[in-house]
C-alpha cells in the first residue's frame, strides 16, 4: 500500500485530566476501505475523529495524513492534506443564520476560487446528490434531523474529499431517516470515497463497513471483519454486540 494512500496513527497516547483516552494506540485507514469504530458512549471515538484531523494534540505517538506526519506541526502546515478528508458531525453542525444553500457553498465562497455560478451549480448537484435540492433556500431551523444530516453530507461532499469521517450520523433518527444515511454512505462508497464512521449502531456500521475497530478502556481490544468479530471470544466484544444482565447499569 502507498503511504499516501492511508491515514495513520502510531503509538499514540491521549488524555484529558489524567484520564487516558487512548493508549499506545495504532490505527491504519486504507483508502478504499471503509471502517467503523465501535464502543460504548464516553470511550473516546470522537476523539479518535478529532485527533487524525489534527484538532487534537496527542500527549505522544504521531498522526500521519499520506505522507506527511502532522503531528507538532503548525495547523497552516497541513491544510492541504487535511482538505482530503471531511467530516459529518454528530448535529450536522449548519450555521443557523445561513441557508441551506450558503452553508453548502459556505467553504468553496471563502476560497474565493471559484465564480458564484459556478458555487450555485455545485451546490445544487451535492444536494440533490442527498435528495434535499428543495431545501436550498430554507434554514436549519426549518429542516428536520435527518435532512440536517442530509446537508451537512452535501457541505462535506462540495469540498470533494477522498475521506470522509461520520460522526454519530444515525443518532436521533427514525429508521427512515437511518436507512437513507446507510443509502448515501453506500453511494457514496461507490463513487471512491472512503468512509470512517464512530458509532455505537451495529446495523448502521455492519451495513456500510467492511473493517471494525472496538474500543474498549483506551485500547484498542479487536480489529477485523464482520464475521471476525461475530465470532469474537473476547468479553467485551461479546457483550457489546449481545448485552446480557451483566450490562445492567455498568
Known amino acids: 500500500m502507498n503511504s499516501r494512500d492511508s491515514i495513520r496513527m502510531e503509538g499514540l497516547c491521549y488524555s484529558i485530566g489524567g484520564r487516558k ?63 482530503r478528508i471531511a467530516i459529518v458531525f454528530q448535529g450536522g453542525a449548519l450555521f443557523d443564520s445561513m441557508t441551506v444553500g450558503e452553508n453548502v457553498g459556505y467553504r468553496m465562497f471563502e476560497e474565493g476560487r471559484l465564480s458564484e455560478g459556478e458555487i450555485t451549480a455545485i451546490v445544487r448537484e451535492k444536494l440533490s446528490f442527498v435528495g434535499v435540492e428543495a431545501a436550498l433556500d430554507l434554514y436549519p431551523a426549518e429542516l428536520s434531523g435527518g435532512m440536517k444530516k442530509r446537508v451537512a453530507i452535501a457541505r462535506a461532499l462540495a469540498a470533494d474529499p477522498d475521506y470522509i469521517f461520520f460522526d454519530e450520523p444515525t443518532t436521533g433518527l427514525d429508521p427512515i431517516g437511518v436507512y437513507n444515511i446507510c443509502n448515501l454512505m453506500q453511494r457514496l462508497q461507490a463513487e471512491g470515497k472512503t468512509t470512517l464512521m464512530v458509532t455505537h449502531d451495529l446495523v448502521t456500521a455492519f451495513a456500510t463497513s467492511q473493517r471494525f475497530t472496538f474500543l474498549h478502556q483506551a485500547h484498542m481490544l479487536f480489529e477485523g471483519s464482520e464475521e471476525e468479530m461475530k465470532r469474537s471470544r473476547i468479553p467485551e466484544v461479546q457483550e457489546f454486540l449481545g448485552p446480557t444482565e451483566r450490562s445492567l447499569f455498568i
Open 21 to 83: 483516552i487512548l493508549e499506545d494506540f495504532d490505527f491504519l485507514l486504507e483508502r478504499g476501505v471503509n471502517r467503523t469504530i465501535l464502543g460504548v458512549s464516553g470511550s473516546g471515538k470522537t476523539t479518535i475523529l478529532k485527533l487524525l484531523l489534527g484538532l487534537l494534540d496527542p500527549d505522544s505517538g504521531t498522526v500521519s495524513i499520506g505522507d506527511l506526519c502532522i503531528t507538532g506541526l503548525p495547523e497552516a502546515s497541513f491544510m492541504q492534506q487535511r482538505k
